[in-house]
């Protein structure tokens, strides 16, 4: 299986992230796999590349100038998705913490 192809399926097997993440325009590359998004705290193009051998990758965050806005690098593939979705959406994170200040807050106002 080719890497781009091994990267696609793992994103494709968390689909309800597709949405979240307002994926679209996945293209290979000859080192890894990229595609548009347009999610909560990040709106641009991923790349996913592997570098070397190893089963680490690193992950390109561009604006749509294809400038480079963040590099993540040393990422394992369990931590792929976990990784993407925190740069690409960080409302879940987003979310916990209002309703443990809201849980929180009601409580200690009672």
Known sequence: MT???KIYELLKSKVLLYYEWG???PFKKPDGFGFKVRGTSFRGIVTIRQHGDNDYF????????CEQVKMIDHVSEDELVSVLHANI???DSWKKIKKLYLKHHVLNSV
Not at 58 to 65: C, E, G, I, P
Request: glycine letters at 6%; proline letters at 0%; a negative charge.
């Open 23 to 25: 994926f679209y325009a």
């Open 89 to 91: 959406d960080g409302s």
């Open 3 to 5: 890497l781009s192809l």
């Open 58 to 65: 690193t992950v390109y965050l561009h604006n749509l100038h």
